[in-house]
């Protein structure tokens, strides 16, 4: 299979060895994140599509594996059935792709880890935090990678924030400012047909909050893959602003780090005006740097006495690690796919060095993983708790 003679391995050299293969658990008609990943993948052509139960109903999953060009026999009512049929095979997936909603989550990764397939899950990577860590585990004891796509942590832009943070650059950190404010919720969705409104806004579906959930999550990820700082106390409010809405669809999200550094989160999807609004502001006792999702060919970089710089990817010098993600010129924008290949492209490379027994580096690991899986959930069920007491401030 994909282990012909090969070492240390990129991209290129990868896909002349052969492509892995993969199967994939969500991402049928009508549904987001499960077509991003896909065509994220096929990006740089280093895996392949081959089985797939991508919806609850057969006839959606048939559906879409036809559209697909997938065989018939891997095309599987269940996941459980997929999990099982799988690992028995001599072709069998190299890795399973979770991307269902979230109640799913738990049962899928642990169907497959527990038969020996790695897994890269969708975010939060399940409800409960012993469900998260029971899956680490297993991952851990069937010496298996495990992905969680927190996808955004793949831009290059993203990665030279964090060298130049690792590096002193703006000094200590002293203070963060990070936001996530979207628009479509301010209407009823989940009441007009929207599948995506409707499971995020119903606990048994999108689990104990939406906006924390959905969003936040993102933010704590992102904030800690950065800076590295670790959260210590918690202070959160909830809100539910849309009419009868049971889970938050707003939050705001005081934050105390170990070392003494502070921060606020803010999370919204009843903010009218915008699309996907994740900005992040790291504030150091040097100099700042900014960045925002929908621009994020750029990274600013203030210091404090010096005229504020706006580096560009593509046309300014990056640090080499942030700059191997890098894929076009300057001015050519890339974004979101380019992001959650980048995180394909680090999971498949370590997976292939790793069955070519060879040791597995930092930067072969440089993927969102179960760990930071186990602090999302963390990080949603301690704002959730804080927020059902009062908003108190709650221990880490
Ligand atoms: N990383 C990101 O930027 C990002 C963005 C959007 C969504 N997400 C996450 O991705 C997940 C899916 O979100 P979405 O917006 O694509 O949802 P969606 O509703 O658009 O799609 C979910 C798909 O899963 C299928 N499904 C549900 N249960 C299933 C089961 N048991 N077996 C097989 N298929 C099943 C549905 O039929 C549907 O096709 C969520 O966990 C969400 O938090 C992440």
Redesign the pocket.
Known sequence: MIIEGSSGLKAGELKAAAKLRYGM????P?????DVHRKAIALDGLAEIVAG????SPE?TLATGRALGLAPDRLYKT?EEMAGAEAKRTDKIDFAVI????Y??YAAAKAFLSRGIPVVC???LCFEEAEARELVELARKNKLLFGV???YTGNPTIKQARELVKRGEIGEITFINAEYPQEWLLAPAEKQGS??AE?RTDPKTAGKSNSVG?LGSHIENMISYVTGLKIKSICARLDRIGPGRVLDDNATIMLEYEGGAKGVYWTSQVAAGYDNGLRVRIFGTMGAIQWNEETCNYLELFRFGQPNVVLSRGKDPFYPHAQSFSRLPSGHPEGYFESMANVYKTYTGALVKQRNGEELTETDLDFPNGEDGINGVRFIGKCVESSDKGAIWVDF
């Open positions: 658990v969500g991402g049928g009508g549904a987001f994140i499960g139960c991508f919806s609850r959606n996941l991307v269902t909603p979230n799913d989550h969708e975010k939060p796509t927190y996808c599948k995506q499971w959905d």
